[in-house]
């Protein structure tokens, strides 16, 4: 995905629409091509003044519907959907633009009971790094630098990277105060000076909030914006003493006596211009005030209100004013605030500085389906009856992620497709039972297997099996790879390879990894599903195996040659297997980072290598696990799995000279279409 920054804050009101023009602005001038990005929206069915304010600037070339993703009753409806949703429109974007401003939800939304932890989610799930934005008026430097530490560490907690955190809306007399607080930190930092301006309501705002219509004075002069109110409750000497420059006054409709001082006001040189006079009760004024006022034609908006004055002061004193694009002065001043208060070589630099160490389930996911699309491979799938292998198919189809063969009865998979409503149109479907291939097939396995006395007559009932069948696709080269295993064991699905695709070159053992999608990483776990207990030669072929597999889905593989002892601490039957095979990885494959034996926590957590490995360069930081032993590894995968809640991708077999993978019997939907991207992609061979 591209380079990105994820503009959001903690609370409502922060002006982080400000701070993401400035960063618009900066890397359109930077950078090169900006995209804008919203994850959420009010609702689908009306523009966002966000988006439209960022792609109204002149380095954004978007339209309104590429810059959103999902709305909030979306979003409440099914968080994983709509989740996936907004990855998939982000990597979109991230295809076209050199970076993306991704700007986070508002707090308008108050069903959302914690909308800090949405924005969060979805910032770990794009791999986007964290601009932190709070307000910062009203509040006391140290206030401010709690607000934004308890911010970043609920972020961290989410694993999401935070990069940069601005305190908005700042007192100029704290601006430096500010600044050297938070840049005790560690995180980019920046404090933008209030501007009263920008959060000022224009008039015509102030007339929506009250239902008032304008009565009197220039329809153009309702975009100017309202500094403050005084309500004119006083006799005029008193009022003009309070009077401030572009305040709106809100009179009660019956002083008649006031509209002409006002007016008077607003148009001597000794007092301050007022932005707009707010007449209340419903009143109109006396026809001789009003022809008073007709003959000096005020330039002024006059509105009248229905309410009464307490009502409509309060409900003007709620109204915040927005940065829109066509507030020309207001985009001019958040510009220069924002150039003046924050660091652009350092903003710039963060866009680099996201961790790849972080990967989130969806996150890989979305990867696995981006790879196998870059280069699509074909993928057999025997058991085209099955519902869920039908139900992968139309996904898999539709996203473009392969092309695809299912084997079975056409008509009774036409149909079936039908009564679920799935198009798989796209899809080949072929009868294993097909005369034509199999005499092709059949002819082949018996050449394969003649030195086991299969003759061409029991290779014909053989191959009609669809495992067999669909191998033969992908030893003829009919297919690219095969996945099955839905319905059948995984002895069925993959004893078809080791007799007819066998091992690749150099390689003596077929094993298995699983793929285990963390909440912030993923790491490979092997062998789970396959060699029950082998021997210190085989761990170590496995061991590698697993690394290049890991290699090639993008983790960089450090090795941990799991044992119940770490070093030199035990010794038995067991362990010594464990380190004859690290020897053997140590003496073969010198570039790999090893270490064995080694218990699980030392392996994984940093803390306990501290204490058992100091020294060393995989200890707390293992990314591919090998077990011991089938029991260990295939009891660990699930504990993992069903106790941590990971998404286990898998079994992934390694070692044959084409792909073939198997199912588990359980398996959803969403892990068949894993497993034929995971396919694909081994199809196309290569390290990421």
């Not at 968080?79 to 401003?101: H, K, M, P």
């Amino acid at each position: 995905m591209s380079r990105s920054l994820y503009i959001t804050a903690p609370e409502a009101h922060s002006g982080k629409s400000a701070v993401a023009l400035g960063l618009v602005d900066l890397l359109s001038r930077r950078v090169g091509r900006v995209g804008v990005f919203r994850p959420i929206i009010d609702s689908e069915d009306d523009r966002d003044t966000v988006v439209d304010l960022l792609i109204a600037h002149p380095g954004v070339r978007q339209d309104h519907a590429d810059a959103t993703g999902v709305s909030y009753a979306q979003w409440h409806a099914d968080q994983d959907a709509a989740l996936s949703r907004i990855v998939d429109r982000f990597g979109e974007l991230s295809a076209e633009y050199d970076a993306v401003v991704v700007v986070g939800s508002d707090y308008t939304d108050v069903t959302t009971g914690n909308e800090w932890a949405s924005n969060a989610r979805i910032a770990a799930n794009l791999g986007s790094p964290v601009v932190i934005v709070v307000n910062g008026s009203g509040r006391t430097p140290a206030v401010i630098a709690a607000t934004i530490e308890l911010a970043r560490s609920e972020l961290v907690t989410w694993h999401a990277q935070p990069v940069a955190a601005i305190a908005n809306r700042v007192d100029p007399e704290a601006i430096e105060a500010v600044r050297d607080l938070l840049g005790r930190g560690g995180l980019v930092s920046g404090a933008i000076a209030d501007v009263p301006l920008l959060g000022a309501p224009t008039v015509a705002d102030l007339r929506d909030a009250c239902g008032a219509v304008l009565w009197r004075g220039d329809e153009e002069l309702l975009a100017r914006e309202s500094m403050g109110f005084l309500v004119a409750a006083m006799t005029p000497p008193n009022v003009l003493k309070r009077l401030r420059p572009f305040t709106t006054v809100i009179v009660p409709g019956d002083r008649s006596d006031m509209l002409p001082a006002l007016i008077l006001a607003h148009q001597s040189a000794t007092f301050p211009e007022l932005a707009s006079m707010v007449l209340t009760g419903g009143y109109t004024p006396d026809s001789a005030i009003t022809r008073l006022i007709d003959g000096i034609k005020p330039d002024m908006p006059i509105l009248l209100a229905n309410s009464g004055t307490f009502e409509t002061a309060t409900g003007l004193g709620r109204v915040r004013g927005r940065l829109t694009a066509d507030s020309a002065i207001k985009l001019e001043k958040a510009l220069q605030a924002f150039a003046e208060g924050v660091d652009a070589d350092a903003i710039v630099g963060a866009l680099d500085v996201a961790d790849p160490s972080v990967v989130t389930p969806m996150m890989f996911q979305y990867r696995l389906i981006e790879r196998a699309r870059a280069d699509r491979r074909h993928v057999v799938l025997p058991e085209g009856e099955e519902e869920r292998i039908l139900r992968a198919a139309a996904i898999l189809l539709r996203l473009d992620v392969a092309d695809l063969t299912l084997l079975g009865d056409e008509m009774a998979i036409k149909a079936k497709a039908d009564t679920l409503g799935l198009d798989i149109s796209a899809a080949r479907i072929l009868s294993p039972t097909d005369p034509e291939l199999v005499a092709r097939f059949a002819a082949e396995y018996a050449r394969l297997r003649a030195h086991k006395g299969i003759t061409l007559e029991l290779a014909t009932d053989i191959v009609s099996d669809v495992s067999y069948f669909g191998t033969m696709m992908v030893h003829l080269g009919m297919a690219d790879g095969m996945v099955s295993g839905a319905v059948h064991t995984t002895a069925h699905t993959i004893r078809p390879s080791f007799e007819i695709i066998k091992t690749a070159p150099g390689t003596t053992v077929v094993s298995s990894v699983f793929l285990m999608c963390l909440a912030d990483r993923v790491l490979v776990y092997g062998d789970c599903a396959v060699n029950p207990d082998p021997t210190a030669p085989q761990l170590a072929e496995i061991a590698v195996s697993s690394a290049q597999t890991a290699a090639q889905f993008g983790v960089d593989p450090r090795v941990a040659m799991l044992s119940y002892s770490t070093g030199s601490s035990g010794s038995g039957e067991d362990v010594e297997k464990v380190r004859a095979a690290t020897e053997i990885v140590h003496r073969e494959r010198p570039d790999l980072l090893v270490e064995g034996p080694i218990q699980y926590d030392a392996a994984v957590d940093p803390d306990v290598a501290v204490t058992k490995l100091p020294d060393s360069k995989v200890a707390g930081r293992a990314t591919v696990l090998i077990f011991p032993d089938l029991n260990t590894g295939n009891n660990t995968y699930k504990a993992v799995q069903r106790s941590a809640g990971a998404v286990a991708i898998g079994p992934v077999l390694q070692g044959l000279n084409k792909p073939v993978n198997d199912l588990s019997r359980g398996a959803l939907v969403a892990d068949i279409v894993n497993t034929v991207a995971i396919t694909a992609i081994q199809a196309q061979g290569g390290a990421s």
